[in-house]
């Protein structure tokens, strides 16, 4: 008990550094369905998938990725069908962090769409990427 006492410093010390070392296996677990911004450039090559952005008109206006299609969040539902008919198609749903993507991802996989995913980090991951961008 004296060791704890007389070395309290120490200790916490060590316990916060293993807790950073661990936090980056924790937060990826919460977020599983989210992809990487590599990850969203090999399905859209290889495999065609559809990249929707459902931020606001003016957000999409600011900054997309490049041949995004814009479906704000609040009229997804009804709008999605219309935009991409071909539900086997994968598809990659973004937003400016990924909130409203992820949202988004549990609507999509309700109306059939299977293979949706979020990217995570949002735009902001793929400007961190050097990805490029498109501005209406």
Same mark, same amino acid.
């Given at each position: 008990?004296?060791?704890?006492?007389?070395?309290?410093?120490?200790?916490?010390?060590?316990?916060?550094?293993?807790?950073?070392?661990?936090?980056?296996?924790?937060?990826? =677990?919460?977020? +599983?369905? &989210?992809?990487? %911004?590599?990850?969203?450039?090999?399905?859209?090559?290889?495999?065609? $998938?559809?990249?929707?952005?459902?931020?606001?008109?003016?957000?999409?206006?600011?900054?997309?990725?490049?041949?995004?299609?814009?479906?704000?969040?609040?009229?997804?539902?009804?709008?999605?069908?219309?935009?991409?008919?071909?539900?086997?198609?994968?598809?990659?749903?973004?937003? =400016?962090?990924? +909130?409203? &993507?992820?949202? %988004?991802?549990?609507?999509?996989?309700?109306?059939?769409?299977?293979? $949706?995913?979020?990217?995570?980090?949002?735009?902001?991951?793929?400007?961190?990427?050097?990805?490029?961008?498109?501005?209406?």
């Amino acid at each position: 008990m004296k060791f704890l006492i007389d070395n309290w410093m120490l200790i916490s010390i060590a316990l916060a550094s293993g807790g950073m070392l661990v936090w980056p296996m924790i937060s990826g =677990a919460l977020n +599983a369905d &989210a992809l990487s %911004a590599s990850g969203a450039v090999q399905l859209i090559n290889r495999e065609k $998938a559809v990249v929707v952005d459902v931020c606001e008109a003016a957000e999409f206006a600011a900054g997309h990725v490049t041949g995004a299609k814009n479906v704000p969040l609040s009229e997804f539902e009804t709008r999605l069908p219309a935009v991409v008919k071909n539900k086997a198609l994968p598809l990659i749903l973004v937003c =400016a962090s990924g +909130a409203r &993507a992820s949202r %988004a991802v549990a609507i999509a996989k309700k109306l059939g769409y299977q293979q $949706a995913q979020s990217l995570g980090g949002g735009l902001k991951s793929w400007k961190e990427a050097n990805l490029p961008l498109e501005k209406a």
